[in-house]
């Protein structure tokens, strides 16, 4: 049995400190497309903040949720239901995307 090369690339990346998903989400608040999207809700724990939102490109609908990191936890009043806020999305899939 072959060993799984995701597994491998993982490990590797693990040891060379690098985070590929970080990374992407990173490229996407700076270089991707911009939108406007809507927030729907928000759920709160002990932990943190999701906010679940949506946005549409080329006439479909995308909803998604995003964990607020803590400089957007220091401005939660703008992410309330009903607000409408920027979306940052990858082009060669919309359905990634990114509130900044």
Not at 23 to 35: A, I, P, Q
Request: hydrophobic share 30%; no cysteine; net charge positive.
């Amino acid at each position: 049995m072959l060993p799984n090369p995701n597994l491998f690339i993982r490990i590797l990346n693990k040891l060379r400190g690098r985070d590929p998903v970080a990374e992407y989400y990173s490229w996407l608040v700076k270089f991707g497309r911009v939108t406007e999207g809507r927030i729907l809700d928000f759920e709160q724990n002990d932990r943190d903040t999701t906010i679940y939102y949506q946005y549409r490109i080329a006439n479909v609908d995308y909803e998604t949720s995003q964990k607020l990191n803590r400089e957007q936890l220091n401005r939660r009043h703008l992410y309330a239901p009903g607000t409408s806020v920027t979306v940052r999305f990858d082009p060669k899939n919309p359905g990634s995307s990114v509130v900044p």
